[in-house]
């Protein structure tokens, strides 16, 4: 399936982000947000299958062709619901969906759940709360985010002689995806650089998160969900195993084949995606 695929940026009071738009523009208004370390092409084969929506798919701030953040600061949580909530301001939408995958989810249900009235549906693939910690460790875990930033400086990227390396690197990461999804991926997200190409996403990206949520404060914005919601879960993805908290949940979810980039690893799997979405976005 062809659909035209067009790129913009949005220059943000406090960042310039890049974004594909997909659909007609009298669509229903959707952002989609991607997973960790990923970028806007994460949705290259999803969006096209995907009926009647006008889908702006963002490059989140520190990935693909965005802008970073500025020196000294990090990447929470809160910040990329603030980036989204912004986006949709400069699009003039008041009342939008949410699609999003592992990261892009869970950012998806804390706007979701903070601000309900703004959000009209919300699509999740295999992601819905951030890991969470007890409060009695957070002295510690901010001691050890404080250490690690203090080291960055001295870190530098890795270069891959060729793009070809650059790919295989990404098909190898911590959540392993297909070839074809990496070079997706790369499209965005690897540059030329002097001896070959790196990354562009931020190094900060890599730095443990400073604070987590208790279990408690992270239920909370599920709780706060009233919009129709569907969670699709890859059978061999990070939420499958999770069995007592998907039944918890207070909206419907379905169990899909493939890992947890099934949306992006092949076109069987994006059409399997796109069929249970379509359905979700056609319910009344």
Avoid at 82 to 107: C, K, P
């Amino acid at each position: 399936m062809t659909m035209q695929v067009e790129e913009i940026r949005l220059s943000l009071d406090h960042i310039e982000l890049a974004a594909h738009v997909f659909g007609p523009a009298d669509g229903q208004p959707v952002i989609a947000l991607h997973g960790w370390l990923d970028n806007a092409n994460t949705f290259a084969r999803l969006a096209p299958k995907l009926a009647g929506l006008r889908i702006v798919a963002l490059d989140m701030a520190g990935h693909g062709l965005s802008g970073h953040r500025p020196p000294g600061a990090l990447y929470a949580l809160s910040d990329y619901v603030h980036d989204t909530l912004q986006v949709a301001e400069q699009l003039g939408w008041q009342r939008f969906s949410l699609l999003g995958h592992s990261l892009g989810a869970i950012i998806s249900v804390m706007l979701a759940g903070a601000l309900p009235e703004r959000v009209e549906r919300l699509a999740l693939i295999d992601a819905v709360t951030a890991q969470t910690s007890p409060p009695a460790t957070a002295a510690e875990r901010l001691g050890n985010t404080l250490r690690q930033q203090l080291a960055l400086p001295a870190k530098r990227k890795t270069v891959y002689p060729t793009l070809e390396q650059g790919v295989e690197a990404r098909m190898k990461g911590m959540v392993a995806v297909s070839r074809e999804a990496a070079e997706l991926l790369a499209q965005r997200g690897l540059m030329p650089v002097v001896g070959g190409y790196c990354w562009r996403s931020d190094s900060r990206l890599t730095l443990p998160s400073a604070a987590r949520l208790s279990e408690e404060q992270a239920l909370s914005f599920v709780k706060g969900v009233t919009c129709p919601a569907q969670l699709i879960v890859a059978h061999e993805g990070m939420l499958a195993k999770h069995t007592q908290m998907l039944s918890q949940l207070p909206f419907g979810h379905e169990m899909l084949p493939g890992g947890h980039h099934l949306h992006l690893n092949d076109e069987a799997g994006a059409d399997l995606v796109a069929a249970c979405i379509n359905r979700f976005f056609a319910t009344a």
